[in-house]
């Protein structure tokens, strides 16, 4: 395949599929910056396999591996731990999105998860993936998605349960 054809294969699946896997980035980390930056290494890293890649068929997956993988990384750095976002006083606020009242409080309550149980219900349920197929992504035993599964359903209920009126 030459070089051309390659770029022009490669920028029409990122178009595509980049307002996707923009939100699973998002998911994943909690922070629209971060899920940026991971998206931009994730697809560089796609770009270097991608005639590999190309052939297989399998460039969704390994996007997503890839930005698992990513979010393991920052989340270890240790000036990731210790950064703030903007100067103190110098800063507006961003503007928020509208957005459903059930999607805000979905992404609130997954922000209070583990990281673990984050991704495993992020890839589980958002990406509609398998057990098997998320252990893979993860690289972690099926045992291991379906504990930290149970475990994030069980703390999803309890952050997302209604409050409970009395009724007199």
Request: hydrophobic residues 40%; glycine residues 4%.
């Amino acid at each position: 395949m030459r070089r051309g054809d390659r770029d022009t294969a490669f920028t029409a699946y990122v178009a595509a599929r980049q307002g996707a896997m923009r939100r699973l980035a998002f998911a994943l980390c909690g922070d629209w910056h971060r899920a940026d930056d991971m998206l931009q290494t994730a697809f560089t890293k796609l770009y270097l396999a991608w005639p590999r890649l190309q052939h297989e068929g399998v460039e969704d997956a390994y996007l997503r591996r890839t930005l698992v993988r990513v979010s393991i990384d920052e989340s270890r750095r240790a000036w990731r731990r210790r950064e703030r976002s903007g100067l103190d006083g110098y800063d507006r606020a961003a503007v928020p999105a509208t957005e459903l009242e059930e999607s805000d409080a979905i992404l609130t309550a997954l922000a209070q998860l583990p990281t673990m149980q984050r991704k495993v219900v992020v890839l589980r349920f958002w990406m509609d993936l398998s057990v098997d197929e998320t252990a893979h992504d993860l690289g972690v035993a099926p045992g291991t998605v379906k504990s930290h599964t149970s475990r994030a359903m069980v703390r999803l209920r309890e952050l997302l349960a209604e409050p409970v009126s009395e009724v007199r």
